[in-house]
């Protein structure tokens, strides 16, 4: 499968034309006026002697300049604005300024420690913020067609190839990020050289040349392991799946058969033991990283935006490489539950960590709690949430040999050239993900048979669809595949059947265990205080006899449909002032009847702080205790 060009689909209606719309009024304006409170923007005019002002911040700020140029990029390919396009032009300016003569650009080893580069390949973080300037330069190509950005990166590309390289000087990033930019360079430039040094950077990763770091250990920078003998993803989980994602891209532009099985093994090793049911990823705060198998602590999830983002893009490539619905299907659980949490919805407000249970009380002593800020001093995950929303219909389609697939499903119109004659141009029409029934009309089509492949999401058991009213063949393989020859007029009806559904986990996974999560669709649902005043989300039992039922809910958190249900609160009066206590000694647990309201996990802490909790103990009623393995806030 191949991408669409940029501008193919236009996102409509629903949620994630809400999303992109607030991301565009509101985020993009709140981050560039953060980039200039933060220093960011400062910092490059230090470097380019425009300010003699002091450096302020980590190593890393130029990439977040970056990654917001790229969501300007993308939101301008998908609707002019003069803003944008000012603001996008001076910023520019000022990145070109900072370059220097030789093409290297990076405001700290400019400004800050002058005589330092290419000394902290662990930690520099030089490469990374390479790569975020090529995105953007890319991105900018792609999405306007222009060129100003593209040129400061190749100086700078240059630069690299005459640094790094076989018979020049050996390296490997301590941060991904490079190799699927240079990638994406040579897709754009069509220069091979900029594939081979990608190849180059991961040939030369796992050796230990990074050094044990600040964790005793190599596996932190996933350089414990050549990539073609990896079997697990170990370390900084952010790090991780950019590896797999520009080793992703390495392979399908090579086709190199050792790097595809090493990646399908790394994917098999995240998605049965290491995957939260968000789709978030990362369990262990301690260098912000995968743990053991199983090891998934709710209050304690890390679960960084970033992360879930970079699962997004290493498993569309994944999706890309082979065609397997299972990959899209977790693109699209990630994108709905651990990307969306990840900001609020006015847009200005971020979590960079996203747990599974909170106690609704503020964190001190972490980036963690129940409150979005409105930016970090590592301030990563708001403008990596600014590029993801502005480019959400690039997931939606692909095409092939034979035809157009449709992965996503949201209002859209898609338009793609698949050839010979006319576009194909489809408009579809769903209230996705609140309702599972999708509308696929076709107004242009090629003048030759084409496949038309809808994804059958892996949580819908009892998909059934229609072309022009009549039943199709049922689904094969995750996807509903149509070959015909399309004609204006015609129209594919798919009805993906949407009921509340309780999901219990690997009894492996020690916080989990006795709990229950809700579910409806692609949404992963939560409990949280705003709408159970009456008890503590800590002392909630559901009741998973009772039947649960959903409603749309048009004034809560801008529409959601939520889930109702039924269960027990329990009177944890009597452990006042007590941490344990012998067993059998005291009565049960007095229990009262109360219903449960549940909401999409994406939109909690919306309405202030408040506790919230994802996997609910199963309540046995009467004089039951509660089950040893909750992990209740």
């Not at 499968?1 to 992109?20: F, H, Y």
């Not at 490469?127 to 330069?137: E, K, M, R, S, V």
């Not at 679960?303 to 997004?312: D, H, K, L, Q, R």
């Not at 006899?545 to 009177?571: K, M």
Request: net charge neutral.
């Amino acid at each position: 499968m191949t991408t669409l060009d940029a501008q193919a689909v236009t996102i409509e209606n629903g949620l994630w034309a809400r999303r992109q719309a607030v991301n565009r009024d509101a985020a993009l304006p709140h981050g560039f006026r953060m980039l200039e409170t933060a220093g960011n923007l400062e910092n490059l005019r230090i470097a380019a002697g425009r300010s003699s002002a002091r450096y302020r911040g980590p190593v890393f700020m130029d990439s977040d300049v970056y990654k917001w140029l790229e969501a300007a990029a993308w939101e301008m390919g998908r609707a002019p604005s003069e803003w944008l396009r000012s603001t996008s032009e001076a910023t520019i300016d000022l990145v070109a300024a900072a370059q220097g003569v030789d093409g290297y650009i990076n405001s700290y080893y400019t400004v800050a420690e002058p005589g330092k580069r290419w000394t902290d390949f662990a930690h520099g973080h030089e490469l990374y913020c390479a790569g975020h300037l090529i995105q953007a330069a890319v991105a900018f190509r792609r999405a306007t067609g222009d060129d100003r950005l593209l040129t400061i990166a190749q100086r700078f590309a240059d630069y690299l190839h005459a640094l790094f390289g076989p018979g020049r000087r050996v390296a490997t990033p301590g941060h991904p990020e490079i190799e699927m930019a240079l990638v994406e360079l040579y897709r754009e430039t069509g220069e091979r050289r900029h594939l081979d040094l990608a190849s180059f950077f991961l040939e030369h990763r796992g050796r230990g040349w990074l050094g044990p770091g600040r964790y005793n250990s190599s596996a932190s920078f996933q350089d414990r392991v050549p990539m073609r003998d990896a079997t697990t993803v170990e370390g900084h989980a952010v790090r991780a799946l950019y590896l797999t994602t520009g080793a992703t891209d390495v392979y399908l532009e090579t086709g190199e058969a050792a790097l595809l099985t090493a990646l399908n093994r790394q994917w098999h090793d995240l998605v049965t033991g290491k995957l939260y049911l968000t789709g978030g990823v990362g369990g262990r705060h301690l260098s912000e990283a995968f743990g053991q198998p199983y090891e998934l602590p709710n209050d304690l999830a890390y679960c960084e935006t970033c992360g879930a983002i970079a699962s997004v893009m290493w498993s569309w490539r994944m999706l890309l490489a082979t065609g397997e619905s299972r990959f899209g299907d977790l693109v699209e659980r990630t994108l709905y539950n651990a990307v969306l949490s990840g900001a609020s919805l006015g847009g200005d407000r971020y979590f960079y960590v996203n747990p599974l249970a909170s106690n609704g009380e503020p964190e001190h002593l972490s980036r963690g709690g129940c409150i979005r800020k409105e930016w970090h001093l590592v301030a990563c995950c708001p403008p990596n949430v600014m590029r993801q929303l502005a480019t959400f219909g690039h997931y939606v389609a692909t095409r092939d040999a034979v035809g157009l697939q449709i992965h996503q499903y949201a209002p859209a119109r898609i338009v793609a050239d698949l050839g010979p004659g006319p576009a194909m141009t489809l408009r579809m029409e769903t209230a996705y993900p609140w309702e599972g029934r999708v509308r696929i009309a076709v107004e242009q089509a090629p003048t030759t048979s084409r496949t038309l492949s809808l994804r059958v999401p892996g949580w819908c058991t009892a998909a059934t669809a229609r072309v022009n009213g009549k039943p199709t063949a049922p689904p094969s393989k995750g996807y509903l595949r149509i070959e015909r020859a399309w004609q204006h007029g015609d129209v594919v009806e798919l009805d993906l059947p949407m009921e509340p559904r309780l999901t219990e986990a690997h009894p492996g996974i020690e916080s989990t265990r006795g709990c229950v999560a809700i579910e409806r669709g692609p949404l992963v649902y939560c409990l949280e205080q705003a709408d159970h005043p009456d008890a503590s989300i800590a002392d909630l039992e559901i009741d998973t006899e009772a039947p649960l039922e959903s409603s749309w809910v048009s004034g809560r958190l801008e529409g959601v449909t939520v889930v109702r249900g039924s269960g027990w609160a329990v009177d944890t009066a009597p452990w006042k002032d007590r941490l344990y206590r012998p067993v059998g000694r005291a009565a049960p647990a007095a229990r009262r009847r109360t219903a449960l309201t549940a909401i999409p996990y994406y939109a909690w802490a919306n309405r202030g702080p408040g506790a919230m909790r994802v996997w609910i103990p199963r309540g046995a009623g009467g004089g039951a205790s509660r089950p040893s393995g909750d992990s209740a806030p």
